[in-house]
C-alpha cells in the first residue's frame, strides 16, 4: 500500500504564546513542491489570531471528500463510456455538537454539477448509480464518520 505525507509547518515569531495570543496561520508542504497557506478556522479561532484567507482544517477536509469523489465518478463514468466535459462541485460540511458536546463536521453535502457531451447520455438513474459507486469507492469517504449526501445536477451538450 501507499504512505501519503504532508508537511505542517508552524512557528511562534514573536508571540508571547502562553497568553493564547498566537498567529494559528502556517502552511501545509506536499511532496509534488505544493504550499498551501494554512490557518484555524475564523469560526474556530477569531480575526487577527486566524487568517480568513488561508485554508482551514475543516474546508481541507470537504474539499478532499469532494475531489476523492469527482476523481472516482470520472474514472467509473469514462469506463462506462460516458464524456465528461465539466464537473463543479459545491460541497459543504456541517459542524454540529456530538453527543460528549463537541463539535465535529456530521455532515457533508456534495452537489456535484456534471456536463456530459457524446452519444452516450445518462440518465438520473444512470447518474446515481455512477456516484454510488464513486461514493463507494473514495478512500476518503470510507475512512471517515460523517454522513455524505450526494445531490446534484446534470446536463448534456446536444450533438
Not at 497568553?19 to 480575526?47: C, E, I, K, L, M
Not at 447520455?121 to 446515481?128: E, T
Request: overall charge negative; aromatic content about 8%; proline content about 4%.
Amino acid at each position: 500500500m501507499s504512505s501519503h505525507v504532508a508537511t505542517i509547518e508552524w512557528q511562534r515569531a514573536d508571540a508571547v504564546f502562553v497568553d493564547n495570543r498566537y498567529s494559528r496561520a502556517h502552511q501545509w508542504q506536499f511532496d509534488g513542491g505544493a504550499v498551501v497557506p494554512a490557518s484555524s478556522s475564523p469560526h474556530v479561532v477569531r480575526v487577527p489570531l486566524s487568517n480568513p484567507a488561508n485554508v482551514d482544517p475543516e474546508e481541507a477536509f470537504v474539499a478532499s471528500l469532494s475531489s476523492c469523489h469527482m476523481l472516482w465518478f470520472l474514472d467509473i463514468a469514462r469506463s462506462a463510456g460516458y464524456v465528461v466535459d465539466r464537473y463543479v462541485d459545491q460541497a459543504t460540511g456541517h459542524m454540529q455538537r456530538g453527543a460528549d458536546g463537541k463539535s465535529w463536521i456530521a455532515l457533508v453535502e456534495l452537489m456535484p454539477a456534471v456536463a456530459f457531451s457524446g452519444a452516450k447520455v445518462p440518465d438520473d438513474a444512470a447518474l446515481q448509480q455512477l456516484h454510488h459507486k464513486a461514493h463507494e469507492e473514495c478512500f476518503l469517504a470510507r475512512s471517515v464518520k460523517s454522513e455524505i449526501r450526494i445531490a446534484g445536477t446534470w446536463s448534456h451538450a446536444a450533438l
